[in-house]
């Protein structure tokens, strides 16, 4: 069987690629190196992703602690093994590069979903990961009252202790909620429809090219 016709990951597909390219060195080690060390297994596979991971996740830290003002975006959803996950972002002023970026931060499993509940999954998840949480200045959810009331939401919990982090209902949820009551009425559903056709349409030209 040719190698090229066996599937065996990406990961050792670009160590070959590495070798292909030149690097006698890896591989001279997968081709000779003790069996039980060639670090290609599943296990190493995940420990390398999971340590790539920590580096990029401690870089954004640095770059938020340094321009000591950040918001924070959060949303819940249940992932395919119907466990409630807390994706929580961040939104900041890269000093580096000279403009506004907005990074994920991490996963996280929600189980008190009540406004106290999340406020303090999201609290704990920047003081976990080193986050000066004296730097807050913003807080950008769903509309969900959860998230967003102005008595027991999270965002209020937050703002008890960090008053200088106002909410802003998420733009992104905003316009989904906009284009899904606009398209109860019957003439923008045609004409969204009409659209989504005609970049089918180009599409299946480009790819017969």
Do not use: W
Not at 26 to 44: A, C, D, F, M, V
Not at 186 to 199: K, L
């Amino acid at each position: 069987m040719n190698i090229n016709d066996f599937n065996d990951g990406n990961f050792r597909a670009l160590l070959r690629f590495r070798v292909d390219s030149g690097d006698t060195t890896l591989g001279e080690h997968l081709k000779n190196g003790p069996r039980n060390s060639l670090y290609t297994s599943p296990g190493i596979q995940n420990d390398i992703i999971s340590i790539c991971g920590e580096i990029i996740k401690s870089k954004i830290v640095q770059r938020v602690n340094a321009a000591e003002c950040f918001s924070v975006l959060a949303d819940e959803t249940t992932d395919i093994g119907r466990i409630e996950q807390m994706s929580v972002c961040l939104r900041y002023y890269d000093q580096k590069d000279k403009k506004i970026r907005e990074d994920f931060l991490e996963f996280t499993p929600a189980v008190d979903l009540s406004g106290k509940g999340l406020a303090t999954l999201i609290m704990g998840c920047l003081q976990k990961n080193s986050i000066h949480c004296q730097f807050l200045v913003g807080q950008g959810y769903d509309g969900a009252s959860a998230m967003s009331g102005y008595l027991h939401g999270a965002q209020e919990y937050i703002k008890k202790d960090f008053p200088m982090a106002l909410y802003v209902h998420c733009s992104a949820h905003s316009l989904n909620l906009a284009l899904a009551n606009a398209c109860s009425l019957p003439s923008i559903r045609n004409c969204i429809s009409t659209i989504q056709t005609v970049g089918t349409f180009f599409s299946l030209i480009g790819s017969k090219k």
